[in-house]
């Protein structure tokens, strides 16, 4: 109950500031499977660009409560963005120790019919690199071990530019029907591990297709 209140009070005192940060323009793979409605249990997994996508994705979600996974760094180094991001009942993970917790606390938050955000770069890429960087595949098995569907999402990540900020929303992913029982879960994973990262760089280019066509 709390976690709603302090999203909604975010959601209404940063309305007009995030219309001039982000200029928020949603895509859709196809609208009539997937909107910004998100009606049961879900898994959102994005692109990484920067902190702020979790407050993009907050409004383009605005009827669900997103429970974020974070991380370490985040919680233990920046005292002002853990005030911040607690309250929204943000998961920490640690990804120096490779501790799996934060698994159970968001399938327990998907068993109550929750939605979960994972951005499996887990880290901001460099300038230099080639976007977006692999993926951890932990989502991949929580996806698996929870039932719930994968919502790709891609977000092209810019802010006060002359370009808006773009979100593409994809097609829900049922991974179970994705894995073949011929192979190891671990060859399973990882499959299904480039194949999600594959949709998020074809709705990617989703976003060059509709720029060619204005032009």
């Given amino acids: 109950m709390l976690y709603a209140i302090y999203h909604w ?20 793979e196809d609208k009539s ?7 049961s249990k879900a898994i959102v997994v994005s692109n990484h660009n920067g902190l702020m996508d979790f407050g993009v994705l907050l409004f383009v979600f605005w009827s669900r409560i997103l429970r974020c996974a974070v991380a370490e760094i985040t919680f233990d180094k920046n005292i002002f963005l853990k005030l911040i991001l607690k309250p929204f009942g943000c998961v920490r993970v640690d990804r120096d120790s490779y501790d799996m917790v934060f698994l159970d606390k968001m399938k327990k938050i998907l068993n109550r019919g929750g939605v979960v955000e994972i951005y499996p770069e887990s880290r901001i890429p460099s300038k230099d690199e080639k976007k977006p960087i692999a993926f951890k595949p932990s989502y991949v098995l929580l996806a698996l071990e929870s039932g719930a569907p994968i919502i790709p999402i891609y977000n092209n990540g810019k802010m006060l530019s002359s370009e808006r900020r773009r979100i593409v929303i ?9 894995y073949d029982d011929s192979l190891s879960e671990r060859e399973n994973i990882r499959i299904i591990n480039d194949y999600v990262r594959s949709k998020i760089i074809e709705l990617g280019q989703q976003i060059e297709k509709t720029k060619e066509k204005a032009i």
Wanted: aromatic share 14%; proline share 6%; net charge positive.
């Fill in 170 to 178: 994809g097609k829900p992913i049922d991974v179970s029907s994705l």
């Fill in 9 to 28: 009070f975010v959601r209404i005192t940063g309305y007009i500031p995030q219309l001039i940060l982000f200029r928020t323009k949603v895509h859709y």
């Fill in 33 to 39: 499977v997937q909107s910004r409605f998100i009606r």
